[in-house]
C-alpha cells in the first residue's frame, strides 16, 4: 500500500484512492480510526452501482460523517476517469482511451453480444516491460502499473457508455497481468464482488504470456477465475524470439505449472496462439503445439488460434486463411480442441496487440 499521509500534506503529493483494493481500504480506515463497515461504504460508493452524477468528490458519500469525508479528501485525491477518446467499429465494439491520475491513459475496449451481454477488455498496465515482438503494447515499453480502482473504473467507462452492466471481463489489453499481480487480483475481488461488481469469477480472465511465479499464485487463490496463456510457439528457440521476455522462463517449466494449476483448481487454462507466417505455422511447429497441447494425462488444453494483427511498423505477417484453417484441423485431428478467434474492432486497432496508445 503506498503511504497515504495522515497529518495532510501538499495536495498534488496525494496518492488516490485508486490505488487501493478492498484490504487496502479497511487498512486506511484503520490508519484514520474509523470501524471497519467504513470501508465497504467508501467501496460501494467506488465500485458499487454507478452513481446518477460521476463521482468525482468525497463530499459526495453522504453516508459518512463530514469529518471523515474532509480526512479522506486530506489524505487522497478521487480522480474520475476521463473518456480521451472514444473510437466506434463496424461490428459494434468500442475503444475507449481512459485518462488516468498523474497524466497516463491507457486502452479499453468493450465488445456487445446479443441484447445484454457485454465483455470489457481492460488493461493493467500503462505499456509492458516484456516486449514481444509481434504486440504494439510491448513495443512501447512500461510507463506504469495501475491500481485496482484504475482496472475497475475502465470498466465503468464502458458500461455507462453502453448502459448495460458489464458481463464479463478480461485483463487482456495493454500490459502483463501478472507483473502486476496484486492489484490485478485485488480488481477481480472487486468485480467479483456481489455488493460491488457482481462478476461471476468464472467470467473473469486473465491473459498472461506465461510468468511462471504469477501462474502459481493463481493456481492458489481460493476463487474459480479463469485463465488464458499466451504461448505463441511450443519450440523454445521460436518463443525466445517472439517474446525476448520470457527467454529465462523455460516451456518446459510453463507446462509443469500448468498442469500444477489445472491439479489445484481443477480448472484447464486455455492457450492463445498467434498464427505468424513462415514463423510458427510449419509441420514441427503444428507437432510441438500438439505436444504441448496434450497436457499430461488425458488433459488436453484448448488452443485459440488468434490470426495476427499488423502492428504499425511491424514486419510480420498473418499466415494465410488456409494454412489458419489447417492448423485447426490437425488439431482437431490430434484430440486438441482448437478454435480460431474472429478479431474484433480491427478496423479502429482495437484488435488483440494492436493497444499502442499510452500517454
Ligand atoms: N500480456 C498479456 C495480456 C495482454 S496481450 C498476454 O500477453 O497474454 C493480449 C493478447 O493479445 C495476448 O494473447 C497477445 O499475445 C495478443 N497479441 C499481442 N499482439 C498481437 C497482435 N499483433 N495480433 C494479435 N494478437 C496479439
Ligand atoms: Fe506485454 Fe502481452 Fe504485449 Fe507481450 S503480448 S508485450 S506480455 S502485452
Redesign the pocket.
Known amino acids: 500500500m503506498p503511504e497515504f499521509p495522515t497529518d495532510g500534506q501538499a495536495a498534488s503529493r496525494l496518492p488516490s484512492i485508486k490505488s487501493l483494493d478492498k484490504g487496502g481500504l479497511r487498512t486506511l480506515m484503520e490508519r484514520l480510526g474509523q470501524p471497519a463497515y467504513r470501508a465497504r461504504q467508501v467501496a460501494a460508493w467506488l465500485y458499487g452501482t454507478a452513481p446518477a452524477v460521476p463521482l468525482t468528490s468525497f463530499e459526495q458519500m453522504t453516508d459518512l460523517p463530514r469529518s471523515l469525508r474532509e480526512r479522506l479528501a486530506a489524505t487522497c485525491t478521487l480522480d474520475a476517469p476521463q473518456i480521451l477518446r472514444r473510437q466506434d467499429s463496424r461490428d459494434g465494439s468500442r475503444k475507449y482511451l481512459v485518462q488516468l491520475a498523474g497524466g497516463n491513459a491507457v486502452e479499453t475496449v468493450a465488445i456487445p453480444a446479443g441484447h445484454d451481454r457485454l465483455t470489457v477488455c481492460f488493461s493493467t498496465q500503462a505499456g ?1 516491460a ?3 515482438v509481434f ?1 504494439a ?2 513495443q512501447a515499453g512500461l510507463v506504469r502499473s495501475l491500481g485496482a480502482g484504475e482496472m475497475v473504473d475502465q470498466l465503468r467507462v464502458a458500461s455507462e457508455d453502453f448502459g448495460l452492466r458489464v458481463t464479463n471481463a478480461v485483463a487482456m489489453g ?3 497481468p501478472f507483473a502486476n499481480y496484486n492489484a490485478v487480483l485485488g480488481a477481480l475481488r472487486l468485480l467479483n464482488d456481489e455488493r460491488l461488481g457482481g462478476i461471476g469469477a468464472r467470467r473473469l480472465t486473465v491473459s498472461t ?1 506465461g510468468l511462471l511465479d504469477g501462474i502459481r499464485r493463481f493456481a492458489e487463490e481460493p476463487e474459480q477465475f479463469t485463465l488464458a496463456v ?1 504461448l505463441h510457439s511450443a519450440v523454445q528457440a521460436t518463443r525466445d524470439r517472439l ?1 525476448p521476455g520470457l527467454a529465462s522462463q523455460p516451456l518446459t517449466e510453463l507446462r509443469e505449472e500448468l498442469a500444477y494449476y489445472a491439479a489445484s483448481s481443477g480448472r484447464r487454462p486455455s492457450l492463445e496462439y498467434l498464427l505468424i507466417d513462415g514463423v510458427n505455422d510449419t509441420p514441427e511447429e503444428l507437432e510441438a503445439l500438439i505436444g504441448f497441447a496434450r497436457g499430461q494425462g488425458a488433459l488436453n488444453y484448448h488452443v485459440n488460434l488468434i490470426v495476427l494483427n499488423k502492428t504499425a511498423g511491424g514486419r510480420l505477417e498473418p499466415s494465410p486463411p488456409e494454412r489458419l484453417q489447417a492448423f485447426a484441423n490437425s488439431l482437431l485431428q490430434a484430440r486438441v480442441n482448437a478454435t480460431i478467434r474472429a478479431s474484433r474492432g480491427a478496423d479502429i486497432q482495437a484488435a488483440c ?1 494492436q493497444l499502442a496508445e499510452v500517454v
Do not use: A, F
Open positions: 509492458c516484456l516486449g514481444c504486440c503494447t510491448g495493454q500490459g502483463e504470456c499466451s517474446m496487440g
